[in-house]
């Protein structure tokens, strides 16, 4: 009876209550009935009927939750059907519309087994988180698009399969406002949940955020590059419609691999994000083009391996955007120093970025001198809600949507720190089955160390199940 009553808690309520008494008040939402005393009065011949009515109205919500938690826990006994980016390769190439069709389903039947298992985390976490109105409202996201997934009919035709991505865009836009949302809920929570207990739910839901995105992203992009093919095949205009194409004609398949990079090229991506980060802190502290630090690139220049850039790109620019603000900053008398500094030379020490590429593996090291990272910080660098990172992630006030990619930065300030960009270059990292490790050396600067499979064999780093506690 107890495991029937644990079901049913809302986000929030944690499954070790005392008594099922207990359990059922919360699962109910019951909260004590209390009175203005001003107007007590006033009120006391309606509040039986209120009474009734609201017991009536926790009856049938408790009624609901447990239907709804019997649905959720069809799909948290599923474990996610993981790849692999070389899987996801080879599937793209010789793309017809029967492979096409199954994508959509795969991904179709996916989606809901990943988000059933994260909202299955929001009922881990104790009472006090999941009434925070942040995490509700992710909770609320969530919930809904795990239902309009699992409701979608089965796709059997290519205009089915082009509302199945409208489907998925629309959860994508949607969901841009998680991370924010996500960041201002652990933030409040940062005095009333444990700092390793909040971190392992950020880690699940952020590594699990982006296997979700990926699926989805793949399939929209490889919907989009054969429709592309097959309207340049047909002698379509863009303005033109498939409306009358009941399918692809007989033999029609085209190559592509969506937002897969077979042989994507590192220090191409690496010259790319110093570009960027160079031109950001420039025009914040106004200063000419060419003035930040420059970015030296050395070892195996011409190195190459399987990866999706977007998520290479942020890793990068998140190291180089870091060292670039420590070094200006720890510099900065530089800019008016002309002795130190003669006109027409470099104004700050260079940052190198070391390529070495094995067989299995792609490691790229980022050396800077901005003095090294401060004995008191870096315990908690890669934490969430530690009380040093509480504060920055309060500035997710200022911002509604963030992707966490590279070509969104330009619409937030670099001087404002989320202290989210290191934790979450990790997770991109981990979920490919790699790694950033960060290394100070005091007075000096700071190395810091991305590793990554270098041939796309390695399955996606996700767990179904919530992670022990340690």
């Given at each position: 009876m107890l495991k029937h009553i644990q079901a049913v808690l809302p986000p929030g309520t944690t499954r070790t209550a005392a008594c099922p008494a207990v359990a059922l008040l919360h699962a109910a939402n019951y909260s004590p009935l209390r009175l203005n005393t001003t107007v007590a009065s006033s009120s006391a011949s309606s509040s039986g009927s209120h009474l009734r009515s609201s017991q009536a109205q926790s009856g049938r919500s408790l009624q609901q939750k447990f239907y709804e938690n019997r649905i959720l826990?069809?799909?948290?006994?599923?474990?996610?059907?993981?790849?692999?980016?070389?899987?996801?390769?080879?599937?793209?190439?010789?793309?017809?519309?029967?492979?096409?069709?199954?994508?959509?389903?795969?991904?179709?039947?996916?989606?809901?087994?990943?988000?059933a298992h994260r909202i299955s985390d929001f009922q881990f976490l104790p009472y006090i988180a999941g009434t925070n109105p942040h995490l509700k409202m992710v909770y609320d996201l969530y919930w809904r698009a795990f239902d309009e997934f699992r409701k979608f009919p089965p796709v059997k035709t290519l205009d089915d399969n082009r509302r199945f991505c409208d489907n998925v865009k629309k959860n994508l836009l949607e969901h841009s406002q998680v991370i924010p949302q996500l960041g201002m809920g652990v933030s409040?929570?940062?005095?009333?949940?444990?700092?390793?207990?909040?971190?392992?739910?950020?880690?699940?839901?952020?590594?699990?955020?982006?296997?979700?995105?990926t699926l989805g992203e793949q399939h929209i992009v490889l919907s989009d590059q054969f429709d592309d093919d097959l309207r340049a095949h047909l002698g379509l205009r863009p303005s033109e419609s498939f409306a009358q194409l009941g399918a692809a004609p007989k033999g029609f398949a085209t190559q592509r691999i969506g937002i897969v990079r077979a042989d994507c090229n590192v220090a191409q991506i690496i010259h790319e994000c110093a570009q960027r980060a160079a031109g950001i802190y420039e025009d914040a502290y106004h200063l000419p083009p060419g003035s930040a630090p420059q970015?030296?690139?050395?070892?195996?220049?011409?190195?190459?391996?399987?990866?999706?850039?977007?998520?290479?790109?942020?890793?990068?620019?998140?190291?180089?955007?870091?060292?670039?603000?420590?070094?200006?900053?720890?510099?900065?008398?530089?800019?008016?120093?002309?002795?130190?500094?003669?006109?027409?030379?470099?104004?700050?020490?260079?940052?190198?970025?070391?390529?070495?590429?094995?067989?299995?593996?792609?490691?790229?090291?980022?050396?800077?001198?901005?003095?090294?990272?401060?004995?008191?910080?870096?315990?908690?660098?890669?934490?969430f809600t530690h009380?040093?990172?509480?504060?920055?992630?309060?500035?997710?006030?200022?911002?509604?949507?963030?992707?966490?990619?590279?070509?969104?930065?330009?619409?937030?300030?670099?001087?404002?720190?989320?202290?989210?960009g290191l934790p979450m270059s990790r997770v991109y990292a981990k979920y490919w089955g790699g790694n950033v490790n960060v290394h100070s050396l005091p007075g000096y600067g700071v190395d810091a160390y991305v590793q990554l499979p270098r041939l796309g064999n390695v399955v996606e780093n996700i767990s179904a199940r919530r992670s022990p506690q340690t």
């Open positions: 826990d069809r799909y948290t006994s599923q474990e996610p059907k993981k790849v692999t980016l070389r899987q996801l390769v080879l599937f793209g190439r010789q793309l017809t519309e029967d492979k096409l069709i199954a994508s959509a389903n795969y991904v179709r039947s996916e989606l809901p087994v990943r988000l409040e929570c940062a005095d009333l949940v444990s700092p390793d207990e909040i971190d392992r739910f950020m880690n699940q839901m952020l590594i699990s955020r982006i296997s979700r995105r970015v030296l690139v050395e070892g195996h220049t011409h190195a190459t391996f399987m990866c999706i850039p977007a998520h290479f790109s942020y890793i990068i620019h998140e190291l180089l955007r870091n060292s670039m603000s420590h070094v200006m900053r720890r510099f900065a008398g530089r800019l008016e120093d002309k002795e130190v500094h003669p006109v027409g030379g470099p104004l700050f020490p260079p940052i190198r970025v070391t390529i070495c590429s094995s067989h299995n593996d792609i490691v790229v090291r980022v050396s800077d001198e901005s003095g090294g990272i401060s004995p008191d910080v870096l315990p908690y660098i890669w934490s009380p040093l990172k509480a504060k920055r992630l309060h500035n997710f006030h200022a911002i509604h949507r963030m992707e966490a990619r590279i070509d969104e930065v330009d619409s937030v300030s670099p001087l404002v720190s989320f202290g989210f």
